[in-house]
């Protein structure tokens, strides 16, 4: 396999990379921002506004201070463990994002370059495999504090994670039932054909179309995975101080964070790619593509960005949802969350396996 | 099949020390967090082998599902915790429990005789025959859900009684602290 890669290869694959870790990197500062500012507009106040216009580089100024911050374990806690934890939870955010599709592909002479770090065979498998293990870092770093809120965060992180890993997984089954494949790249391509055609509007056959229930599963199993509000009781500041991340502060506490924001765009990515046709173009820009005549095989880089433009339009409004539902639903406790999880999504995803496998033997779907 | 020697001594070595810190750490929960690592390590093997799935399965289930298991009970519990005592059971009780045993163990060497005949795929099992045949997953997904369909099910009837098991257990020692 090794063989086939050539320098020209190798040049592609190292862009990908740059460019995927460099986004993932700056949606961070951005997304802080979003949130102030969402929170704010929800809120009915400003939020912050002085530093830079419409206090943009507020986020800049918070991260400049974070590093500067003295950085140093209190002596209770377990050196080592206490300052790999923010690492190990920062790493699976970033693995995660090798096997999601943000373009199709091009054709640069004999070349095809896929827009997207590895399409493995085992695409799905592998995403939910490296998400598994972002509860790691919340554990060992609330294990390492050895501070008794601390721990009661990671334990609360590990119930909820695990619940709802379960839900998320018999979610996507249904995915794979109607795409009948688990690579990421498939899905996302199978998801350009028409479901119905309503005169001049062709409705694509996206996974929220065909999978409605499984799709409501499956985004309230990402609040879940990501600690996110209203599933936020690793942190539950009203109940146990900060939860996990109480006894870190400077770039550790930075790192933790960034963990939580790249979680949430994976997440979106995530749902993008299974349920809303990942980098396949918005509705109107195929009527644009064709009408600004961009078309054909020399345009192709025409068709390419709008489809990485697409891809982020979409990712942009998931990523707003979570700041939307956070200051919008209010907490769960925890016996509701464990109710949620086991009583009612579990059910209801098994519920949508069995109505899948019938439309699909009825040949519905 | 091939496997490049950087990426075997690499990942083995990686699974050697962490199976020896699992071993030498007094701590039982940094025991744990270096088994993960032997965990990953497996799975850095397997994916050199171009074993995706199992490499994938291996950190879901494992890494992923199990330890985070482990670590949870051993992080609840003092470790000088004693053994369950579960009393004497009923006679009765025993036999039918061993009878069950029996009856499990010789329906899963049946079903595993019943099935196992010939080969699907012909080996050498190299990269380009497995791509050939639709990839590690769809493969061996269609033996699981044809051939062994039979054993397949019987192991999850197995881990559905460990479930029930468990759930017995736990309950048992809730109803005595409640009284």
């Not at chain 1, 096997?99 to 995403?127: C, E, R, W």
Request: charged share 10%; aromatic share 12%.
């Amino acid at each position: 396999m090794n063989a086939e890669l050539d320098t020209f290869d190798l040049i592609a694959m190292g862009l990908k990379i740059a460019v995927v870790v460099v986004m993932l990197l700056q949606v961070v500062p951005i997304m802080v921002w979003v949130e102030r500012r969402g929170s704010a507009l929800l809120q009915n106040r400003l939020g912050p506004n002085r530093i830079g216009p419409l206090g943009l580089f507020q986020s800049l100024v918070d991260a400049v201070k974070m590093m500067t911050k003295e950085d140093r374990a209190t002596g209770h806690v377990n050196p080592f463990y206490y300052r790999l934890a923010p690492l190990v939870s920062l790493l699976p955010a970033f693995l995660t994002f090798a096997a999601i599709p943000f373009a199709s592909h091009i054709t640069m002479g004999d070349k095809t370059v896929q827009f997207q770090i590895a399409d493995l065979n085992v695409g799905l498998l592998y995403i939910l495999s490296v998400t598994s293990l972002s509860v790691y870092g919340i554990i060992m770093g609330s294990w390492a504090s050895n501070n008794k809120y601390s721990m009661l965060g990671g334990l609360r992180s590990t119930a909820q994670m695990i619940s709802y890993e379960l839900s998320m997984g018999l979610a996507i089954i249904g995915i794979v039932m109607i795409f009948g494949s688990i690579q990421m790249g498939d899905i996302a391509t199978a998801q350009g054909a028409t479901l119905i055609q309503l005169g001049p509007i062709a409705i694509p056959k996206w996974g929220v179309f065909l999978q409605p229930l499984g799709f409501i599963i499956f985004l309230i199993c990402t609040y879940a995975e990501t600690n996110r509000l209203p599933f936020d009781l690793p942190e539950g500041e009203s109940e146990i101080v900060a939860g996990y991340h109480l006894e870190y502060y400077s770039m550790m506490f930075g790192m933790f964070m960034m963990a939580e924001y790249i979680n949430m765009t994976v997440a979106s990515a995530f749902v993008t790619t299974l349920y809303f046709g990942g980098w396949q173009l918005l509705p109107g820009m195929t009527f644009l593509l064709t009408h600004s005549g961009l078309e054909g095989m020399n345009f192709e880089w025409a068709r390419v960005a709008l489809e990485a433009i697409s891809f982020v339009l979409k990712v942009a409004f998931f990523m707003w949802l979570f700041v939307w539902v956070r200051w919008t639903i209010p907490r769960f406790r925890y016996d509701q969350v464990m109710h949620l999880g086991w009583k009612v999504l579990l059910p209801l995803s098994l519920l949508n396996i069995l109505i899948t496998g019938f439309l699909i033997y009825l040949k519905v779907l | 099949m091939d496997i490049s020697p950087v990426g075997f001594y690499l990942f083995a070595g990686v699974a050697i020390a962490c199976s020896l810190l699992v071993v030498f750490k007094k701590s039982p929960v940094s025991s744990a967090f270096s088994l993960i690592l032997v965990f990953a390590a497996f799975a850095g093997i397997y994916a050199n082998l171009a074993a995706h799935l199992v490499a994938a399965l291996q950190v879901l289930v494992y890494a992923g599902a199990i330890m985070v298991l482990f670590i949870f009970v051993i992080m609840l519990l003092s470790a000088d915790e004693p053994s369950f005592d579960m009393g004497r059971s009923h006679p009765l009780v025993k036999a039918l429990v061993g009878f069950f045993c029996v009856a499990l163990f010789v329906m899963f060497v049946w079903a595993l005789k019943k099935s196992d005949h010939g080969q699907v795929l012909v080996g050498p099992y190299s990269v380009a025959a497995v791509a050939a045949s639709g990839g590690n997953s769809k493969v061996v997904s269609q033996l699981m859900f044809t051939r062994y369909i039979l054993p397949f099910e019987l192991t999850s009837i197995l881990l559905l009684a460990g479930i029930v098991g468990a759930i017995a257990l736990a309950k048992r020692n809730l109803g005595k602290e409640g009284k």
